[in-house]
């Protein structure tokens, strides 16, 4: 939001010619907002993004104060900066929304992501998912003779890898969770 | 204690707390508890429309012309849907609205219950925040809660949805002062450091240009106040969009005249050649801005605008300042003036003689013609004839609005409703009847066109059965001539479906309503027209038959920048590009 940092009197020319167009690289963030926990509340951060068409690449939500009904979203998008901007400024203007903090740029975050993942078979490949799912520390929690279902927490690049390897082994479904993020530090 | 009553006559009681004394609506199933109430009392009046988009546009022409919210009551389901369209212009416009809808009763909603709709579903994209209450007990905390969110930071319209068994069910009435302080609190001052900087850049441009928008109107009074005492001591010249006229005044030394699309040469040119431009309440909209990567391509760019969401959105800004226009003007003032007024007077001399030079280009002037009433004429005269008193002014959209921005000069602000961002046709008769409702005496116009007219014409009979004597100045083309100019221009003459076929008789139709119709075909009767027309005590609907292929000039074609006017018919050829074709 602050502007070009160009000191007065370095350049002859304004911002604007130093930087003619917006930039058109796209990063992901993450996203955390806070914001009250009444009807409709998600409807109207999910609107913004799909009326404005912005990019929703994950997705969580849940009411993490039970006595302030407050809700925590946290929202990886992918945009220009300039767009990333917008979407946080536009955030910003839902009336119920309190704050609204990136998380990719305000000193970095943890992010997790939990998923269950359930795979068939027998034998070699029964016990080489196993063997997997121990590297990956995933964990048993369903069985039948003919299948399981892991659960696997983690970064959603972590989740993708354990996906991918279980997929030749008998891979049936997968549900996840989309990332929840906290900033690291105080 | 807490008061004990009906969620109806909460309503009703909230409202009056609120200081609002003036509804526009239409009953039916879901709101009657509500009009039951309003039918005891003494204190609300209330407007009967004609239709349901009528009682918006006509809160939204209150709430301009006022500066409070508007007011409006409408039933569930067709009653809500109905007022779709009022509530998307009032937010594009940014006008303070609250809106009440009746809904079905709780234990009916999802249950496609007769007259139901989704109201706070449909409606959420199209206000700045809305409410289904489920409680009494809660209703009138939300109410509260719904002016303020509709009146603070950049305005807009809010909407409380009221299913019909709240409204009849007993709850504790909360009280206006006993409302818990909502977090909704958006900044007003502005950032003193970023202020500094745009006060040094005010004392060395060379070629600065103000660029003023609906956000000074909005900002109240005091704002378009401080804006001229900042125009008129620093000298600088000074433009303004559509939404922003009024708020210098147009008779003003400094004034460039409306700047975009079918802005005035000066205006444009100078946007196109500053090197400070200093927007303050105007948002960088399409219309004003043309082609995005030529836009002032030389100028450091400020920007006043109370929208977080308004800065950096199209145009990168060098001075962004967040906060109310009034406010930060005040500190601008503030600071400028402990810094010892110093503007560049050298540079901005040799930059006045340019602008008279664009000046000299003469871009409104026009051949009156002896024959046809062409429409640049008849508002001249409008202008001449009407000037000096207290007018007001609502526009349909088209032609005739571009033209009456260009050609009528505003002197204060809060007289000018017209509809920018979402160009509603059929905005300006009901916003015209709004304006009459809160300025009874004074003198109100709507400069139509004869197609926007008629797509709210049944608000005639408002205006008859409350004697609101709104003029009605219909420039009658027998054309969408918008549209027909578009398709000259663009679509090889092939005029597709924009001409007005079986007009009423306009003057047997304002009979027929109980009013009074004129009609005027030659220019040689016009003046005395208008002022039969001003005379009446009355509606009137003058039917002013004009120019049937006029077009409106100057242009920026679309996808071109601000230096590439077109200024009239001989330059129109092959000036709109592929490009530029695709953009509305």
Redesign the interface.
């Given at each position: 939001?602050?502007?070009?940092n160009i000191k007065?009197g370095s350049t002859k020319h304004?911002?604007?010619?130093l930087?003619?167009?917006?930039s058109d690289v796209q990063e992901t963030h993450t996203l955390a907002v806070l914001v009250d926990n009444e009807?409709?509340v998600l409807?109207?951060v999910i609107?913004l993004f799909s009326?404005r068409g912005y990019n929703i690449d994950s997705l969580t939500v849940a009411e993490v104060d039970h006595e302030g009904h407050t809700s925590r979203i946290t929202i990886v998008t992918t945009g220009t900066p300039?767009v990333i901007?917008?979407i946080k400024?536009?955030l910003?203007?839902?009336?119920?929304v309190?704050e609204v903090h990136d998380l990719t740029v305000e000193g970095g975050s943890v992010e997790r992501e939990l998923a269950l993942i359930k795979v068939e078979g027998a034998g070699d490949k029964r016990v080489e998912a196993l063997r997997l799912a121990d590297i990956f520390r995933a964990q048993v929690v369903d069985s039948t003779l003919e299948s399981f279902v892991f659960q696997i927490t983690g970064t959603p690049e972590k989740v993708d890898a354990f996906v991918d390897l279980m997929r030749p082994l008998g891979l049936l479904e997968v549900a996840r969770t989309g990332v929840a993020a906290l900033s690291r530090g105080m | 204690m807490t008061r004990q009553m009906t969620g109806a006559k909460m309503v009703v009681q909230a409202l009056k707390d609120q200081g609002v004394d003036t509804v526009f609506g239409y009953p039916g199933g879901a709101v009657l508890p509500i009009y039951d109430e309003i039918f005891q009392q003494n204190g609300i009046r209330h407007y009967l429309v004609r239709h349901e988009q009528g009682a918006v546009h006509a809160a939204e022409g209150y709430a301009r012309a006022t500066g409070k919210p508007g007011v409006v009551l409408v039933t569930s389901g067709p009653g809500a849907t109905n007022a779709v369209t009022g509530l998307t212009d009032a937010l594009m416009d940014s006008i303070p609205l609250v809106v009440l809808t009746g809904q079905v009763p709780t234990f009916m909603i999802g249950s496609d219950a007769f007259q139901e709709a989704d109201t706070?579903?449909i409606t959420?994209?199209c206000t700045?925040?809305n409410w289904?209450v489920k409680d009494t007990d809660r209703l009138s905390g939300i109410i509260h809660e719904a002016f303020h969110?509709a009146t603070s930071g950049r305005p807009g319209p809010v909407l409380v949805d009221i299913p019909k068994d709240v409204q009849f069910a007993s709850g504790a009435y909360t009280e206006k002062t006993k409302v818990k302080v909502s977090?909704?609190q958006p900044q007003v001052k502005g950032d003193m450091e970023?202020i500094t900087?745009l006060v040094?850049a005010i004392e060395t441009a060379e070629r600065p240009v103000f660029y003023t928008g609906g956000g000074v109107i909005n900002s109240g009074p005091g704002a378009s106040q401080l804006l001229r005492e900042l125009v008129e001591a620093t000298g600088f010249p000074i433009t303004s969009t559509l939404m922003g006229l009024g708020a210098y005044p147009a008779s003003g030394k400094n004034w460039l005249g409306m700047l975009g699309m079918h802005g005035l040469y000066e205006a444009n040119m100078s946007m196109h050649g500053c090197d400070l431009m200093i927007n303050i309440g105007a948002r960088f909209d399409d219309r004003i801005t043309g082609r995005l990567?030529a836009f002032s391509?030389?100028?450091?760019?400020a920007h006043i605008d109370i929208?977080?969401?308004s800065?950096?959105?199209v145009i990168?800004?060098?001075?962004?300042i967040i906060g109310d226009v009034g406010h930060v003007l005040e500190d601008v003032l503030k600071v400028w003036k402990a810094r010892g007024r110093k503007v560049n007077r050298e540079g901005l001399s040799k930059w006045w003689a340019r602008i008279e030079e664009w000046r000299k280009v003469d871009c409104l002037k026009y051949k009156p013609s002896g024959q046809a009433i062409r429409p640049q004429y008849a508002l001249d005269r409008l202008e001449a004839l009407t000037k000096g008193r207290d007018r007001y002014i609502c526009t349909e959209v088209g032609q005739h609005q571009m033209w009456a921005a260009q050609y009528l000069g505003f002197e204060d602000p809060n007289r000018w409703m017209t509809s920018g961002g979402l160009g509603t046709m059929g905005y300006g008769f009901p916003a015209s009847i709004g304006v009459q409702v809160a300025h009874p005496d004074a003198l109100v116009i709507n400069v139509a066109g004869e197609a926007s007219w008629l797509m709210n014409m049944q608000e005639m009979g408002t205006a008859v059965q409350y004697r609101l004597p709104v003029k009605q100045f219909i420039l009658n083309n027998e054309r969408l001539g918008m549209v027909r100019q578009w398709q000259e221009l663009l679509h090889g003459e092939r005029y597709s479906q924009s001409w007005s076929e079986a007009l009423p008789d306009f003057v047997k139709l304002a009979e027929a309503f109980g009013a009074k119709g004129i009609l005027c075909t030659d220019p040689a009767d016009l003046d005395d027209a208008i002022m039969e027309m001003l005379d009446h005590d009355g509606p009137v609907i003058f039917d002013c038959l004009v120019e049937k292929h006029e077009n409106c000039f100057p242009m920026i074609p679309s996808g071109e920048p601000h230096n590439k006017m077109l200024l009239g018919e001989a330059s129109t050829k092959d000036a709109i590009g592929t490009k530029g074709a695709v953009m509305v």
């Amino acid at each position: 939001m602050s502007a070009l940092n160009i000191k007065k009197g370095s350049t002859k020319h304004s911002a604007y010619n130093l930087r003619p167009t917006f930039s058109d690289v796209q990063e992901t963030h993450t996203l955390a907002v806070l914001v009250d926990n009444e009807p409709g509340v998600l409807a109207r951060v999910i609107g913004l993004f799909s009326g404005r068409g912005y990019n929703i690449d994950s997705l969580t939500v849940a009411e993490v104060d039970h006595e302030g009904h407050t809700s925590r979203i946290t929202i990886v998008t992918t945009g220009t900066p300039q767009v990333i901007e917008q979407i946080k400024a536009q955030l910003g203007r839902i009336v119920p929304v309190h704050e609204v903090h990136d998380l990719t740029v305000e000193g970095g975050s943890v992010e997790r992501e939990l998923a269950l993942i359930k795979v068939e078979g027998a034998g070699d490949k029964r016990v080489e998912a196993l063997r997997l799912a121990d590297i990956f520390r995933a964990q048993v929690v369903d069985s039948t003779l003919e299948s399981f279902v892991f659960q696997i927490t983690g970064t959603p690049e972590k989740v993708d890898a354990f996906v991918d390897l279980m997929r030749p082994l008998g891979l049936l479904e997968v549900a996840r969770t989309g990332v929840a993020a906290l900033s690291r530090g105080m | 204690m807490t008061r004990q009553m009906t969620g109806a006559k909460m309503v009703v009681q909230a409202l009056k707390d609120q200081g609002v004394d003036t509804v526009f609506g239409y009953p039916g199933g879901a709101v009657l508890p509500i009009y039951d109430e309003i039918f005891q009392q003494n204190g609300i009046r209330h407007y009967l429309v004609r239709h349901e988009q009528g009682a918006v546009h006509a809160a939204e022409g209150y709430a301009r012309a006022t500066g409070k919210p508007g007011v409006v009551l409408v039933t569930s389901g067709p009653g809500a849907t109905n007022a779709v369209t009022g509530l998307t212009d009032a937010l594009m416009d940014s006008i303070p609205l609250v809106v009440l809808t009746g809904q079905v009763p709780t234990f009916m909603i999802g249950s496609d219950a007769f007259q139901e709709a989704d109201t706070v579903g449909i409606t959420r994209p199209c206000t700045k925040h809305n409410w289904l209450v489920k409680d009494t007990d809660r209703l009138s905390g939300i109410i509260h809660e719904a002016f303020h969110v509709a009146t603070s930071g950049r305005p807009g319209p809010v909407l409380v949805d009221i299913p019909k068994d709240v409204q009849f069910a007993s709850g504790a009435y909360t009280e206006k002062t006993k409302v818990k302080v909502s977090h909704y609190q958006p900044q007003v001052k502005g950032d003193m450091e970023t202020i500094t900087q745009l006060v040094e850049a005010i004392e060395t441009a060379e070629r600065p240009v103000f660029y003023t928008g609906g956000g000074v109107i909005n900002s109240g009074p005091g704002a378009s106040q401080l804006l001229r005492e900042l125009v008129e001591a620093t000298g600088f010249p000074i433009t303004s969009t559509l939404m922003g006229l009024g708020a210098y005044p147009a008779s003003g030394k400094n004034w460039l005249g409306m700047l975009g699309m079918h802005g005035l040469y000066e205006a444009n040119m100078s946007m196109h050649g500053c090197d400070l431009m200093i927007n303050i309440g105007a948002r960088f909209d399409d219309r004003i801005t043309g082609r995005l990567d030529a836009f002032s391509p030389k100028s450091k760019k400020a920007h006043i605008d109370i929208d977080p969401s308004s800065i950096n959105k199209v145009i990168k800004t060098d001075m962004p300042i967040i906060g109310d226009v009034g406010h930060v003007l005040e500190d601008v003032l503030k600071v400028w003036k402990a810094r010892g007024r110093k503007v560049n007077r050298e540079g901005l001399s040799k930059w006045w003689a340019r602008i008279e030079e664009w000046r000299k280009v003469d871009c409104l002037k026009y051949k009156p013609s002896g024959q046809a009433i062409r429409p640049q004429y008849a508002l001249d005269r409008l202008e001449a004839l009407t000037k000096g008193r207290d007018r007001y002014i609502c526009t349909e959209v088209g032609q005739h609005q571009m033209w009456a921005a260009q050609y009528l000069g505003f002197e204060d602000p809060n007289r000018w409703m017209t509809s920018g961002g979402l160009g509603t046709m059929g905005y300006g008769f009901p916003a015209s009847i709004g304006v009459q409702v809160a300025h009874p005496d004074a003198l109100v116009i709507n400069v139509a066109g004869e197609a926007s007219w008629l797509m709210n014409m049944q608000e005639m009979g408002t205006a008859v059965q409350y004697r609101l004597p709104v003029k009605q100045f219909i420039l009658n083309n027998e054309r969408l001539g918008m549209v027909r100019q578009w398709q000259e221009l663009l679509h090889g003459e092939r005029y597709s479906q924009s001409w007005s076929e079986a007009l009423p008789d306009f003057v047997k139709l304002a009979e027929a309503f109980g009013a009074k119709g004129i009609l005027c075909t030659d220019p040689a009767d016009l003046d005395d027209a208008i002022m039969e027309m001003l005379d009446h005590d009355g509606p009137v609907i003058f039917d002013c038959l004009v120019e049937k292929h006029e077009n409106c000039f100057p242009m920026i074609p679309s996808g071109e920048p601000h230096n590439k006017m077109l200024l009239g018919e001989a330059s129109t050829k092959d000036a709109i590009g592929t490009k530029g074709a695709v953009m509305v």
